[in-house]
C-alpha cells in the first residue's frame, strides 16, 4: 500500500506559526489553528469549498486539536501531526480527524487564530483528511494542482489588503471577476496562472502609486 507523504521538514508545515503572528488580513483557510472557547481546533473544510468569492460560507469542518505526545506521518493515520506548534502548556499537539464537527464561521473569525499552513501543509492534511474517509492515498501533486487557483488567490489577496487597505477588498473581488471572471479563469490553467498573478501584482503597484500621489 502506497504511504502518505510527510514533509522534508516540519517547519515546511507553516506559512505562519508562533511567536508570529498571522496576518489579521489573510483569508481565513484550511489548515489554520483557531482557539476556540471550546479549546483549539484545526479548520479541515477543504481550500476550494470553504467561500464564495470573499465570501465564507456560514459553517466550516474543523478537527480538535488534542495533546498527543508523538504522532508518526506514517501511521497514526486518523491525526494530523501539527509539528513545532506549541498551545499553551502542550510539548505536542495534532488534530484528531476521527473528531470532525461543523461550527459557525463566525466563531472561527471572532477566536484567536495561532498559525497557519504553507502550501504544503495544506497538501498533506488534504491527503491525510482524503486517506482519512476513504483509505485512497492521492499524489499531492494532483492535491497541489487542484488547489493552486485558490491558494494563489489567498496569498494576492493578502498581498492586495495589506498594500491597500482592508476597505479595498471589494476591489480586488470585482478585478477577479471583471471581463466574465478572465483572471478567475487565467489563475484556473496552468499555463495562464502566473500572468493572473504578475496582471495583479501590477494593479496593487498602480493604485499603490497613485494613493502615494493623491
Known amino acids: 500500500m502506497s504511504e502518505l507523504d510527510e514533509p522534508e521538514d516540519p517547519s515546511d508545515v507553516w506559512y505562519v506559526c508562533p511567536p508570529e503572528e498571522v496576518p489579521p488580513h489573510r483569508m481565513l ?28 460560507h456560514a459553517t466550516q469542518i ?46 472561527l473569525e471572532a477566536g484567536h487564530r495561532v498559525a497557519a499552513m504553507s502550501e504544503v501543509g495544506i497538501q498533506l492534511l488534504q491527503q491525510r483528511m482524503a486517506h482519512h ?11 497541489a494542482e487542484h488547489s493552486a487557483p485558490v491558494l494563489m488567490e489567498a496569498n494576492l489577496h493578502e498581498e492586495w489588503v ?27 490553467v496552468p499555463q495562464s496562472r502566473f500572468d493572473a498573478q504578475s496582471s495583479i501584482r501590477q494593479q496593487i503597484k498602480q493604485r499603490r502609486d497613485a494613493q502615494r500621489t493623491a
Do not use: K
Open 133 to 143: 474517509l476513504t483509505r485512497v492515498v492521492i499524489d499531492l501533486s494532483t492535491l
Open 29 to 56: 483557510m484550511q489548515g489554520d489553528v483557531v482557539l476556540l472557547d471550546s479549546g483549539p481546533v484545526c479548520v479541515v473544510s477543504h481550500a476550494c469549498s470553504m467561500r464564495q468569492g470573499l465570501r465564507l
Open 62 to 107: 474543523i478537527a480538535p486539536v488534542h495533546e498527543r505526545s508523538r504522532t508518526l506521518w506514517r501511521g497514526d493515520y486518523d491525526w494530523m501531526p501539527l509539528p513545532e506548534l506549541r498551545i499553551a502548556e502542550s510539548r505536542a499537539v495534532a488534530a484528531n480527524l476521527r473528531e470532525l464537527s461543523s461550527v459557525p464561521t463566525a466563531n
Open 162 to 188: 495589506e498594500a491597500l487597505g482592508e476597505a479595498s477588498e471589494q476591489e480586488f473581488e470585482a478585478l477577479l471577476d471583471a471581463d466574465d471572471r478572465l483572471l478567475r479563469n487565467l489563475m484556473s
